[in-house]
């Protein structure tokens, strides 16, 4: 298959490109699996090899689960946790303020209360800054903590665990952030990231912190087994908290392929039950009466456990989580949706003050680089992201504090955010930093601010030159009208769950006529039907697309052939059983060809 384009922009700016794929590798998925064309392409430019489209389509935890002590230090973590529980040792945790930090937190808390041990708990508040803090260990010491584990943090924090490790504690860390070279001195360190990491099984390092964790209890509840500990109690059914794992691991925006694929296929099953009084209340509270999806984690459900962290009360998503009083847990979830709300408007204001900075000042980098002294630090991460949507360049976004300023970067393919955030910090331009390819947080002091936007603009030019970047939209196929069909939409959903890595697949629909385009709701939403020469026929909608060039193209196209590019889903509204296209963008008429 393939599609000839002119080289020009679609109607929103944007060039498309079809994703490349083995074509003979496609055809002998289709042949061997009896799947579509297009789910085969897809396959196969995903690079999922004949042996693994199995445990793609239908993942399961007894086929991708390795043995947890494949990761260094994780026996060793598993024995120590182990005796903790067995002696019943006082158990401290220290978590992040994220997602990944409030679900990981919740799993391994609500394992050890299913077998005796109540653990002391730190979320640290943003003002504290990320990770563990002399203070928090100062405080377990003070209440007789025999054992500190550190989640979705602690790698880096040198300083902080070794004199934890110098007051009396065994520190184990349980993490998946980029490492350095050296590790604590401290009693274990499981990381997938660690350099010294074999890998043997390679989607381990694509493991968000709660997957991590959620290893570490298997490994653990496999040595409580082994030591007879279960002979006069009930064993705690670990599947129970899948719904937390994938839960964090979605909103983390890891891979969504091996191990992770199975966490959140099998944890959507188990949240669709509703067992977790937390997620429940959060459920109804949000107004989410369908089955979850991968959606919902990451677009309703997270941004409201995250808002705790921003702008509230950062151990609230943990307690609500955890929680066992349906009444409490609906007082939680109404503040959270609370918090939420009030992380929007600070996020607009903050959003519109940065956007008034770069269009209102020459720029000499191909970054977006803005930074304010009354900006919340708890929004910065998503106007980073906004901003790299609006612009198409890596973003880096500051909140001046009194005592330093934190920043929050966002990335786009080319730049590695992590090692630029690290090499500044080797340089002694950042004082603290860290995080992923596309993602990272740092600090610095005020005064080093112009040096780092000479450093991250010099970074960045070197990689992606001065020419203006033009942003690429992805199709994974091209298909007529008439292949939109029922049975298709229902085959393209068995490539669920949908995120980073295993993005919902776009399809190209070329040279349809646009008919009965109308304006719905209050949000600049279209409706509209598609249809192509061949006959075929589909209801098509554009989300807050109205005000663009390519709505203006779908509400006045007159008849006149466009191209549209989008995502193709059942529509099983009021328990009919059709099918909706939903339009990304729109391409004029051009001179290309299908074959």
Request: aromatic share 6%; charged share 25%.
């Amino acid at each position: 298959m393939s599609l000839e384009f002119e080289n020009t922009k679609s109607l929103n700016g944007n060039l498309w490109r079809l994703v490349p794929a083995d074509e003979r590798q496609a055809e002998l998925i289709a042949q061997r699996f009896g799947l579509s064309p297009l789910v085969s392409r897809i396959l196969a430019a995903r690079r999922i090899k004949e042996s693994e489209v199995n445990d793609f389509l239908t993942p399961k935890l007894q086929n991708l689960m390795p043995n947890p002590f494949v990761l260094k230090d994780m026996e060793k973590a598993a024995k120590r946790i182990a005796q903790a529980v067995v002696e019943q040792q006082k158990v401290a945790i220290i978590g992040d303020y994220d997602v990944d930090g409030a679900t990981s937190t919740s799993v391994l808390r609500l394992f050890l209360e299913s077998v005796g041990v109540e653990p002391m708990i730190h979320i640290p508040e943003r003002d504290e800054g990320y990770g563990p803090s002399k203070p928090a260990v100062d405080e377990f010491v003070k209440n007789g903590a025999n054992l500190l584990i550190t989640v979705d943090c602690g790698t880096t924090a040198f300083e902080v665990l070794e004199y934890a490790v110098s007051q009396g504690l065994d520190v184990i860390v349980l993490d998946h952030h980029e490492a350095e070279v050296r590790l604590p001195k401290i009693y274990a360190v499981v990381n997938p990231k660690r350099l010294d990491e074999e890998n043997s099984v390679e989607y381990l390092k694509y493991m968000a912190a709660v997957g991590v964790v959620f290893l570490t209890i298997v490994a653990i509840n496999r040595e409580l087994r082994q030591q007879n500990f279960y002979a006069d109690k009930a064993e705690p059914n670990l599947m129970n908290w899948l719904d937390l794992v994938a839960l964090g691991t979605v909103c983390d925006v890891v891979p969504l392929l091996g191990l992770n694929r199975a966490y959140v296929r099998q944890g959507l099953k188990v949240m669709a039950q509703q067992n977790n009084p937390g997620l429940k209340a959060l459920f109804e509270k949000a107004g989410i009466t369908d089955a979850p999806s991968a959606y919902h984690l990451g677009f309703v459900l997270g941004p409201r456990i995250n808002a705790c962290g921003r702008v509230g009360d950062a151990s609230l998503g943990n307690k609500l989580l955890c929680a066992k009083d349906a009444f409490l847990a609906e007082n939680m979830a109404k503040q959270l949706n609370d918090f939420n709300d009030k992380r929007k408007e600070i996020e607009g204001y903050v959003l519109l003050k940065a956007i008034e900075i770069l269009e209102g000042t020459p720029q000499e980098y191909p970054i977006a680089f803005v930074a304010g002294d009354d900006w919340h630090q708890g929004v910065i991460g998503i106007v980073a992201g906004k901003l790299k949507e609006r612009y198409n360049l890596p973003s880096f976004v500051m909140s001046i504090e009194s005592d330093e300023v934190k920043g929050s970067a966002r990335s786009v393919p080319g730049v590695d955010l992590g090692a630029l955030v690290m090499a500044a910090k080797e340089k002694g331009i950042l004082t603290k930093g860290g995080g992923h390819t596309m993602a990272a947080g740092f600090s610095l002091n005020e005064d080093k601010i112009d040096e780092f936007r000479k450093f991250a603009g010099e970074y960045v030019l070197e990689r992606l030159g001065k020419e203006a970047i033009v942003p690429v939209v992805e199709a994974d196929g091209v298909i007529d009208v008439s292949g939109a069909t029922v049975e298709l939409a229902e085959e393209l959903s068995k490539l669920e769950p949908f995120g980073a890595q295993n993005n919902e697949p776009r399809i190209i629909l070329p040279q349809v006529k646009v008919s009965k385009a109308t304006l719905v709701g209050s949000g600049g939403h279209i409706r509209c039907f598609l249809s192509s020469a061949s006959g075929g026929n589909i209801k098509a909608m554009a989300f807050r697309m109205a005000d663009t060039e390519a709505g203006m193209a779908l509400l006045k196209s007159h008849g006149t052939p466009l191209s549209v590019i989008g995502t193709l889903r059942p529509d099983n509204w009021m328990g009919r059983r059709g099918v909706q296209f939903i339009i990304e963008d729109v391409k004029s008429s051009y001179n290309g060809h299908l074959e």
